[in-house]
């Protein structure tokens, strides 16, 4: 008997699934890794084949994890900058432009020479707090807000009238170079040229500003004092328009949702959904990252939640590093997760889905929109005939194809958590 | 390492997937044909299935060349007119209703007793450039423009105010009869009707001009004396209103693309939006072509364009005709072709899309809107477990179900080409 008030669980190895490697003998990092809870969980369950967003799609982890919780990344998307600012903890309001920011080292040439202010640990509160006394009033008409966060991250948001979203970043990613000036972007219409100008010259205001309220802060002259670089200057980056999200629980007639996930974009989603974002000791978004502490955050609050999104970060370092062992290795972490939650979890009421959120092929070194393999077990899920997981035998498994936005209706449906459309 | 500027290639048989002929044992064609080179694709790369707009509906040739190069038959096809009237060199603006054409000769009755004019060789250009003269003033203040393609083909557009393309056809489409009155069509809506009763008056005294010019045509005159069937009315059909489609690289990020195709109606459509629409020796688009001189032109040029398309039509005159040993003998033909793309192109920098554009099965003798099965090969493809190409195979591939509108974005993916949606 399915249980019919069940819980579930979204659990993605982020870019976990691949193409074929070979060093690898031809085979995907997840065939050549050892995962036999994994397997357990194909065997047991039902898998398929997801395309995010559409097949040939190669989605960023904020449009993926936007699609997965129930929101159409093609129309709601307007860059990262609005998940960045509220993963900082800056309210964001429909209409605002946000970016992204560091605290980086300028030379005295105005190059940059750390992009990360060496990792700047502390007094960045203090930095913070002084460029806001400088905006209050606000640049042109428009208001400012900028709050710091762990260690050289810090956020920006600008609210007013005529701002547009389509601007370049000041960041140039890169050292030895000045920050690059805000332009509007190439790809701007021309009807909202005018406002992509305002807005860009804002933000070169806005850097400025930050150059000289840092510049003589008594925190960066206590760094320089120690040898440390000095946070002396912000760089935007990664602009976006915020817009209206219906949270989580409005989208899913109540349902109540949170995230254990390692990514700070993602996080911020997540409280933009409205979604509790759980924090885990232990879990770094790194190669190091605890996973079984991961997997018992999972386990420990699936009584308190209807949906649980995990993301274990690991995989995707090792495919943008195009490093097949680092990916395997992650792939493993990952099979260690699932295997503490097959031991703890009750899956009598409990539905998991274990995925990725896109592929991120060692050989490509970045994201692809390939299909990436999926897997379905526990309370109300039919068995099909797949035993393993991977990337070639998911392609036969009993829920077909998928795209990201079908994913919570599939897992309502195992729970038992949907109303019948119709009689 | 996958190449990051690869090149694609969509191959198409066309028609070539159909239905079980009990006279193969039940067998589909592409199972009797023997296809050791499609099926080393199958087995080295990753297969699906096809409905190139969605399940049950049987396209066109020009339908579904439209959605597999990036265009919505749905909101943007309006007939084939304008397609053939490119195709044969007549310029098309938004708006113009166009026709194809047949020279077709007329018994003293008026009846037709050939709609090809015994293959006219020579001599439509004066016949074309007679009527022209005619018709240079306009028809009711409507422009006229009439070109002589190869053989009997010509076409026709019209071009002014108030026209309507939904019209019937002139050409009866058989012989011991009169050409047609050209009416406006059944469903044309009410707000239309004066428009396609106009455009149809239009048409007729078009054809009453083309029998007076041409009865008394010097061109005609000789063709009695040799005893061949004069060329003495152009019959319209066909027709289709022309409407701005984006060129390809324009849709595609400024990616170049060409087509290799043999019928007319695919190389008007390949014009119109903008392609390169590449000649080949020795392809006749019947059942002798020369395969390996369409399959090296495809090669030759894949340095040149990043999208070539090509198209070898021979399975498709099997499926028309009904003739199982001709659709297998055709399929077979673009087995030697694919082969000698295995043997040549760089699959390091090159995806192919080996496919057809519908099913044309012998049981039915028309297309059909069955999937068709499609296999992707080269840079960036993840090999599945598929070892044979044919209909029942590929359903359990490893790129799943598709769309046409789906394979471009695909082979994108796959080729390196396409940006990261969201970060």
Same mark, same amino acid.
């Given at each position: 008997?399915?249980?019919?008030?069940?819980?579930?669980?979204?659990?993605?190895?982020?870019?976990?699934?691949?193409?074929?490697?070979?060093?690898?003998?031809?085979?995907?990092?997840?065939?050549?890794?050892?995962?036999?809870?994994?397997?357990?969980?194909? !065997?047991?369950?039902?898998?398929?084949?997801?395309?995010?967003?559409?097949?040939? @799609?190669? +989605?960023?982890?904020?449009?993926?994890?936007?699609?997965?919780?129930?929101? *159409?990344?093609?129309?709601?998307?307007?860059?990262?900058?609005?998940?960045?600012?509220?993963?900082?903890?800056?309210?964001?309001?429909?209409?605002?432009?946000?970016?992204?920011?560091?605290?980086?080292?300028?030379?005295?040439?105005?190059?940059?020479?750390?992009?990360?202010?060496?990792?700047?640990?502390?007094?960045?509160?203090?930095?913070?707090?002084?460029?806001?006394?400088?905006?209050?009033?606000?640049?042109?008409?428009?208001?400012?807000?900028?709050?710091?966060?762990?260690?050289?991250?810090?956020?920006? @948001?600008?609210?007013?009238?005529?701002?547009?979203?389509?601007?370049?970043?000041?960041?140039?990613?890169?050292?030895?170079?000045?920050?690059?000036?805000?332009?509007?972007?190439?790809?701007?219409?021309?009807?909202? !040229?005018?406002?992509?100008?305002?807005?860009?010259?804002?933000?070169?205001?806005? =850097?400025?500003?930050?150059?000289?309220?840092?510049?003589?802060?008594?925190?960066?002259?206590?760094?320089?004092?120690?040898?440390?670089?000095?946070?002396?200057?912000?760089?935007?980056?990664?602009?976006?328009?915020? +817009?209206?999200?219906?949270?989580?629980?409005?989208?899913?007639?109540? #349902?109540?949702?949170?995230?254990?996930?390692?990514? %700070?974009? =993602?996080?911020?989603?997540?409280?933009?959904?409205?979604?509790?974002?759980?924090?885990?000791?232990?879990?770094?978004?790194?190669?190091?990252? %605890?996973?079984?502490?991961?997997?018992?955050? &999972?386990?420990?609050?699936?009584?308190?939640?209807?949906?649980?999104?995990?993301?274990?970060?690991?995989? %995707?370092?090792?495919?943008? *590093?195009?490093?097949?062992?680092?990916? +395997?290795?992650?792939?493993?972490?990952?099979?260690?997760?699932?295997?503490?939650? #097959?031991?703890?979890?009750?899956?009598?009421?409990?539905?998991?889905? &274990?995925?990725?959120?896109?592929?991120?092929? +060692?050989?490509?070194?970045?994201?692809?929109?390939?299909? &990436?393999?999926?897997?379905?077990?526990?309370?109300?899920?039919?068995?099909?005939?797949?035993?393993?997981?991977?990337? !070639?035998?998911?392609?036969?498994?009993?829920?077909?194809?998928?795209?990201?936005?079908?994913?919570?209706?599939?897992?309502?449906?195992?729970?038992?958590?949907?109303?019948?459309?119709?009689?």
């Amino acid at each position: 008997m399915s249980h019919h008030d069940g819980k579930m669980i979204l659990f993605l190895g982020d870019g976990m699934g691949g193409r074929d490697v070979p060093s690898l003998g031809g085979r995907t990092c997840l065939e050549a890794a050892d995962t036999p809870c994994l397997d357990t969980v194909a !065997r047991l369950g039902a898998s398929g084949m997801m395309y995010l967003a559409g097949p040939g @799609v190669p +989605v960023g982890s904020d449009t993926a994890h936007m699609t997965l919780v129930g929101y *159409d990344p093609f129309t709601q998307y307007r860059g990262r900058g609005p998940f960045e600012a509220r993963g900082v903890g800056l309210e964001v309001r429909p209409g605002d432009v946000a970016f992204r920011c560091n605290f980086s080292t300028l030379d005295d040439e105005g190059r940059i020479t750390d992009r990360r202010a060496g990792h700047i640990k502390s007094g960045t509160a203090e930095l913070a707090a002084a460029l806001m006394e400088r905006c209050k009033g606000g640049l042109d008409g428009v208001q400012v807000f900028f709050k710091a966060s762990v260690e050289h991250r810090a956020a920006l @948001v600008l609210r007013g009238e005529g701002l547009d979203y389509r601007v370049t970043d000041v960041d140039p990613h890169d050292v030895g170079l000045a920050p690059a000036v805000c332009r509007p972007a190439p790809d701007v219409p021309d009807e909202a !040229r005018a406002a992509a100008q305002k807005t860009a010259d804002l933000v070169n205001r806005f =850097v400025e500003i930050a150059r000289e309220v840092f510049g003589g802060h008594e925190v960066n002259r206590e760094r320089r004092e120690k040898g440390l670089p000095p946070a002396n200057v912000a760089l935007p980056r990664g602009a976006g328009e915020a +817009v209206h999200l219906k949270p989580f629980a409005e989208i899913h007639d109540g #349902l109540s949702g949170a995230m254990i996930v390692e990514v %700070d974009l =993602v996080r911020g989603l997540g409280l933009y959904a409205g979604m509790d974002v759980l924090d885990v000791d232990g879990a770094t978004g790194g190669a190091d990252t %605890d996973e079984i502490a991961i997997a018992r955050a &999972v386990a420990d609050n699936t009584g308190r939640y209807d949906v649980i999104l995990c993301n274990i970060k690991a995989p %995707d370092l090792g495919g943008h *590093d195009s490093d097949a062992r680092a990916k +395997v290795r992650a792939i493993e972490k990952v099979d260690h997760a699932i295997g503490f939650l #097959l031991d703890t979890v009750n899956w009598g009421s409990t539905t998991i889905m &274990v995925g990725a959120d896109h592929c991120t092929p +060692v050989s490509a070194g970045d994201h692809t929109g390939d299909a &990436v393999p999926v897997v379905f077990y526990g309370n109300g899920v039919r068995r099909d005939l797949v035993e393993v997981y991977c990337e !070639r035998t998911a392609a036969s498994g009993g829920v077909g194809q998928l795209t990201g936005a079908q994913v919570v209706p599939l897992l309502r449906n195992f729970a038992g958590r949907v109303t019948k459309f119709g009689a």
